[in-house]
């Protein structure tokens, strides 16, 4: 897909009228909430914590299924081929911004899918194994510059996986990038020294950080996490380039109406307002700031243009 395609997409996509007349039969069934990532990560707690609210609002179950591979791939596809404006998909932002970068020849049409609202705001992180015994980033890079190819990552997809190999470029380190399907996989693997480096979300690293067998160097947000306050962020670590969030976002299909799109919008922002849910998302670290179809247009642009800037120096 050529560049200019994709962002007259995101130009159009959500530029909808704006109505005061809500479809109120909607929803007729249990509703759908499609997640590309495995439990545990933070579009999946999102997703839940959302969906137990939703349903007592709404009258009607709201069912997550995780369908995690492939970048996102095997999800947005499944979601697509569905149909059903009974389904709803909540994923990183990268489905739409990193997927039709990388991909020359991505299996669906990024144009197919509306943004609907920026759910929270995830923090993403990059641990290494505590076998390196290696606890900053600065040793990290030592290491690995002392022993070319010798050391192993691997990231989630979305923006983790352009954060890595930038990171590494930066640093002027060569290690081995492996893939994991099933994530948890590699989180075990991390635990047991058999992965040194992982890019993932901060609430999925959090379990193996507590029982002391990794150590997060860095987090790519702008501010340090509550959760880890003692960890710097990438500009304090010396790595600005690749300050980047891990926005979780909210899509329809860009068949469903835009008065509903609108409608779903309100009925999300309205159960992130809930002091119970603000306070459990952030516990884990996630900070709620739900909001309208243009705001997740912004932030899906911004994230794409420093993407693109990020790639520019890479192979």
């Keep these: 897909m050529k560049r200019r395609e994709f962002v007259a997409f995101l130009g159009a996509a959500v530029s909808w009228p704006r109505t005061t007349a809500?479809?109120?039969?909607?929803?007729?069934?249990?509703?759908?909430?499609?997640?590309?990532?495995p439990a545990g990560s933070a579009v999946d707690l999102t997703s839940r914590l959302f969906a137990d609210r939703l349903s007592q609002k709404w009258g009607q179950g709201?069912?997550?299924?995780?369908?995690?591979?492939?970048?996102?791939?095997?999800?947005?596809?499944?979601?697509?081929?569905?149909?059903?404006?009974?389904?709803?998909?909540?994923?990183?932002?990268?489905?739409?911004?990193?997927?039709?970068?990388?991909?020359?020849?991505?299996?669906?049409?990024?144009?197919?899918?509306?943004?609907?609202?920026?759910?929270?705001?995830?923090?993403?992180?990059?641990?290494?194994?505590?076998?390196?015994?290696?606890?900053?980033?600065?040793?990290?890079?030592?290491?690995?510059?002392?022993?070319?190819?010798?050391?192993?990552?691997?990231a989630t997809p979305g923006q983790t996986a352009v954060i890595m190999p930038a990171l590494l470029k930066l640093a002027n380190v060569d290690m081995l990038r492996v893939s994991y399907?099933?994530?948890?996989?590699?989180?075990?693997?991390?635990?047991?020294?058999?992965?040194?480096?992982?890019?993932t979300s901060l609430p999925a690293l959090i379990p193996v950080v507590t029982a002391g067998k990794a150590k997060v160097l860095l987090v790519t947000n702008q501010v340090r996490s509550p959760q880890v306050p003692d960890v710097p962020t990438a500009n304090e670590a010396g790595y600005p380039q690749i300050g980047l969030p891990?926005?979780?976002?909210?899509?329809?299909?860009?068949?469903?109406?835009?008065?509903?799109?609108?409608r779903i919008a309100m009925d999300f922002a309205e159960v992130a307002r809930l002091p119970e849910l603000v306070t459990r998302m952030e516990a884990m670290g996630l900070s709620v700031r739900a909001g309208t179809p243009s705001d997740a247009l912004a932030e899906l642009n911004d994230q794409r243009s420093k993407i693109e800037a990020l790639l520019k120096p890479l192979p």
């Design 62 to 154: 709201v069912v997550v299924e995780n369908r995690q591979g492939a970048d996102g791939i095997v999800a947005v596809t499944s979601f697509l081929t569905a149909r059903d404006d009974h389904q709803l998909l909540v994923s990183f932002g990268g489905v739409v911004t990193v997927n039709p970068i990388l991909n020359k020849s991505l299996q669906y049409d990024p144009k197919e899918l509306a943004p609907i609202s920026v759910l929270v705001d995830n923090f993403l992180g990059i641990a290494a194994s505590s076998e390196l015994n290696a606890p900053t980033m600065a040793e990290v890079v030592k290491l690995a510059r002392a022993a070319p190819g010798k050391y192993i990552w691997a």
């Design 181 to 199: 399907t099933n994530f948890t996989v590699a989180l075990q693997d991390l635990a047991q020294g058999r992965l040194h480096l992982v890019a």
């Design 246 to 262: 891990g926005s979780v976002v909210l899509f329809a299909s860009k068949e469903m109406s835009a008065e509903l799109r609108d």
């Design 22 to 37: 809500a479809q109120g039969n909607w929803p007729r069934r249990p509703v759908r909430i499609i997640i590309p990532l």
